[in-house]
């Protein structure tokens, strides 16, 4: 049976606990606010000029190799560092709480190609990213506990070079949204011996509103507490925790649905559509990781063309989320586009 959600509530988020507004009648109201230029695609597949492309140099003054597919480097701006300097120290403060980080940060292209994003990437393509994250954490996780595999997409995410290519960070102190969901997943497995995604994956299947696409062995969903207009969860219908676990069939199987999840976000509004996006693994110092399941989020800010963005301000920031669009509408419009490529 539908279920009508078209009235002001509060859903919450059963992976980190926080509330999100939904608020659906907020969408007749007519827009006077700012627009932001889309995120174009590129005509050109080499650009001298860009630092990701094969055989150009880099900042440090490396030169990339000429490679076919994928091409992984430490990235020359990380985030983290392997090692602190001898002379850093950190106070200890009752009030001023800090802790040392160490850790790599590497950069992942996924073509050689200047100009083609993951939904213009062939299956076979995308296969090799999704070969590259799988060896990337492997490697990572000899030592570190906490890996982010995470992409950028577009100018209006803040992603400073067009060429394709995501992020992999490892550190060895649990994120806030790691850990949080660990918190979360432990304590509902501790109370139904079942796993929290586990069971949310039959809800979803079961009522269908959400369902955005489904293959043997993965899922998308609109989720129910969704804060993004068009967010997605991307989820391992298999008993899977790490991206080490995934086989061949269940790889390949990513990549099919990577591909066909990326080309409806294009085809919403006919333009590289922005997100940010990331995996989340079990964090590896677990002695027993049978409560996780592994998944991917897609945050994209688009809200009502390729120029209109949704911004999270006042309420969001000193309130809680709050969204217009029902995820259920939202999957509905994500599930009626073409899965042919505009371009195409």
């Known amino acids: 049976m539908t279920k009508n959600y078209e009235f002001t509530h509060r859903r919450k988020n059963l992976l980190n606990g926080e509330w999100v507004l939904v608020s659906p009648h907020r969408n007749n109201r007519p827009w006077l606010g700012a627009t932001e230029a889309p995120t174009e695609s590129l ?15 880099r900042a440090n ?16 701006f990380g ?15 009752n009030l001023f709480e800090a802790e040392a980080a160490t850790g790599e940060a590497r950069v992942i292209c996924f073509s050689r190609e200047h100009n083609k994003t993951l939904p213009e990437l062939s299956i076979n393509e995308i296969a090799q990213v999704v070969a590259t994250w799988k060896s990337q954490f492997v490697d990572l996780s ?17 992603c400073s070079q067009p060429h394709p290519h995501g992020q992999i960070w490892a550190h060895n102190h ?20 079942r796993g929290l995604l586990e069971v949310y994956i039959e809800k979803e299947q ?18 129910y507490w969704a804060k993004w207009p068009f967010e997605t969860l991307l989820l391992c219908k298999d008993d899977v925790q790490t991206m080490a ?33 990331g995996w989340h693994n079990a964090p590896l110092d677990l002695s027993d990781a049978k409560h996780w399941r592994l998944h991917a989020h897609f945050y994209p800010p688009l809200l009502r063309s390729s120029s209109v963005k949704k911004h999270m301000v006042g309420y969001e920031m000193l309130a809680e989320s709050q969204r217009d669009l029902t995820a259920e509408t939202a999957a509905k419009i994500l599930r009626e586009v073409p899965t042919v490529h505009y371009k195409n």
């Not at 005509?43 to 140099?57: E, K, M, S, V, W």
């Not at 003054?61 to 994928?70: A, K, M, Q």
């Not at 985030?79 to 403060?93: E, G, M, N, R, W």
């Not at 649990?174 to 432990?186: C, F, K, L, V, Y």
């Open 174 to 193: 649990r994120s806030s949204e790691i850990q949080s969901e660990d918190e979360r997943q432990a304590t509902y497995f501790d109370k139904h011996q």
């Open 61 to 76: 003054s490396e030169t990339n190799p000429n490679y076919d597919f994928t091409h992984v480097f430490i990235n020359d």
């Open 206 to 223: 079961i009522e269908k509103q959400r369902i955005v696409i489904e293959n043997k062995h993965w899922l998308v969903v609109v989720p």
């Open 142 to 158: 000899s030592r570190y506990s906490c890996i982010h595999i995470f992409e950028n997409k577009g100018e209006m995410m803040g």
């Open 79 to 93: 985030a983290l560092t392997p090692t602190l300097a001898d002379d850093s120290k950190i106070d200890d403060d």
């Open 43 to 57: 005509n050109h597949n080499y650009d001298a000029t860009c630092p990701l492309c094969p055989g150009n140099t």
């Open 245 to 277: 676990q995934l086989d061949d069939a269940q790889a390949r199987s990513l990549a099919e649905i990577l591909q066909e999840l990326t080309i409806r976000y294009d085809n919403v509004f006919n333009c590289s559509f922005p997100y940010s996006m």
